[in-house]
């Protein structure tokens, strides 16, 4: 009979996945009216971004001393220790993707009032002509603006 003490280490690795979005809508119109010349014009813009996605992955190593005796030919466990987290975080990996989208839409309406033009002709008959002009232009613009980063940073900890 004789006793062997055996030391054994059990390593076991985690892995959390962090994703995180943000999605940010901005709407602003401005109107304006003008009563003296009887025009207005509407101006909408959009924003919208889209930022931060990213994740990292930690791996913890945990730690087991397992203390083991035989006797005869059996194997007879002692005891384990208590798992102490050694927390050495390998393999950090850290990616984070910024994407920025930006859409701005112009959208201008421009209305003119119609105005009278009274015309006296010579002689005895008066004329009235009224002159009726109207003037609606619209412009529309859009544009698109597409922004992707990527931050990959690794290092190790122990």
């Not at 009224?130 to 290092?155: D, K, M």
């Amino acid at each position: 009979t004789y006793l062997l003490t055996t030391t054994t280490t059990t390593t076991t690795y985690y892995y959390y996945y962090y994703v995180r979005t943000y999605v940010r809508t901005y709407v602003r119109t401005y109107v304006l009216l003008l009563l003296l010349h009887y025009y207005y014009y509407v101006r909408t813009y959009v924003r919208t971004y889209y930022v931060r996605t990213y994740y990292y992955v930690r791996t913890y190593v945990r730690t087991y001393v397992v203390v083991v005796r035989t006797v005869g030919r059996s194997v007879r466990s002692v005891g384990r220790s208590v798992g102490r987290r050694t927390y050495v975080r390998t393999t950090y990996y850290y990616v984070r993707t910024y994407v920025r989208t930006y859409v701005r839409t112009y959208v201008r309406t421009y209305v003119r009032r119609p105005y009278r033009t009274v015309v006296v002709v010579v002689v005895v008959v008066v004329y009235v002509v009224r002159t009726l002009r109207t003037y609606v232009r619209t412009y529309v613009r859009s544009s698109t603006y597409v922004v992707v980063r990527t931050y990959v940073r690794t290092y190790v900890r122990t």
